[in-house]
């Protein structure tokens, strides 16, 4: 093993965060013992859902928001593959190497171990607790592929908290998916602007005013992705495109100087939300009962079906402005809801906080009975 028998602490020191000190581990020839993994240590990779486009920003922009889905990582106890399925998607998520998170571990690990070795991972198990609603506009594809990716690279041997990490883990999940939006808040946290410049992905960060919160609308019908992009025109007049581009702007204001009144507008598109939900579900609707019960802005998150309106806010800083803001933030959950509903469309209403907080990982070492974390 690649590691030995050493306790994940002193390992970590294997792997500099120093860009160009990464020390490759000691590749040998079992398939269990090749792995940066004690049999007494479980890796844990957290990833955030990201709600993408925000309007006017197709493709481009995106933020983070509390809701995470988890996947664990150890030996299996019976020495065979495992995946078990925890929380949302368990009824239909494939259980054996087809499923996503799977996929994506062992595309991780080939990328870090340089195309030397695929990862077996028959001795393995895998625990998939997910809190993200697949297939409702809320990135879980990203999440499972931003977490699978990033459990590969780890149990190659990188440590994914340095930047030169999470920079290969934005190109290999934009490869994959295609679009940045959901996969760069899902690593770096909070709003992220992404593109592609040549073979490169590049993200950067915008504020979010302290305070705000985010009610969600979603609704209990699933809606994929795929689908719903391959039904958009591919073709923009040019007022079309001054439409949005005006708005993508403001939008970045708004948010960067902490000016709520400029984020109705600046979250208004007319490339892709409305041709995916007016006639489905009553998007309009539901976006103007948002903003009549008193939110800032409210668009489709993703590709939908999730509809997110945006609350609160340290506007002046004033002790009970966060009770107010909570108790707006479920006014609007419920005005969106009843919208929904006079449309025939049942769902669920949660209100959630953006977050900063992208992947994390770490490992849990059982010594004895005794559960050490070694945060990475
Ligand atoms: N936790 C998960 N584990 C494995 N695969 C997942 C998970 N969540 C989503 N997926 C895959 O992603 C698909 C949904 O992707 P997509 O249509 O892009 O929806 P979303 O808007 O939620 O990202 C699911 O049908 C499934 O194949
Ligand atoms: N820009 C993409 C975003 C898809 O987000 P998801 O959360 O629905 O996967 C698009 O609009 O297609």
Known sequence: MGS?????KDRKLRWSSDVDQWEKPDFTSQSSDCIALNRNEC???SVPATTANIGPGFDSLGFA??????????????????LELKGEGCDFLPRDETNAVIEAVKKGYRFQSNDERELDVSAL????????????????????????LAAGMTLAGSDVSTARARRDLLNLACEVEGHPDNVAPAIFGGFQIALSDENEWITSSVNIPE?????????????????TRAALSDKLTQAEAVFNIGRTATLINAFNQSDFR???????DIMHQHQRGD?????????????????????LSGAGPTVLAMTGGDENGKIGDSTIAAITAERVAEAMSDAAKEFGVEGQALIVEPTMEGISAWIDVFDDGEDVVDMM
């Open 125 to 148: 198990k895998f625990t998939s607790t997910n809190r993200i609603p697949p297939a409702r506009g809320l990135g879980s594809s990203s999440a499972a592929l931003v977490c699978g």
């Open 262 to 268: 400029l984020m109705k507008i600046g979250t208004q």
């Open 43 to 45: 890796l844990t990779v």
């Open 279 to 299: 006639k489905q579900f009553g998007l309009d609707k539901i976006i103007a009962a948002a903003i009549g019960a008193g939110a800032h802005c409210c668009f």
């Open 65 to 82: 928001v509390d809701l995470r889905n988890d996947v664990t990582v150890e030996f299996s106890p019976t020495g065979t593959f495992i």
């Open 4 to 8: 030995g028998g050493m306790p994940a």
């Open 211 to 227: 305070g705000m919160l985010c009610s969600l609308f979603i609704p209990d019908f699933h809606s994929l992705t795929s689908e």
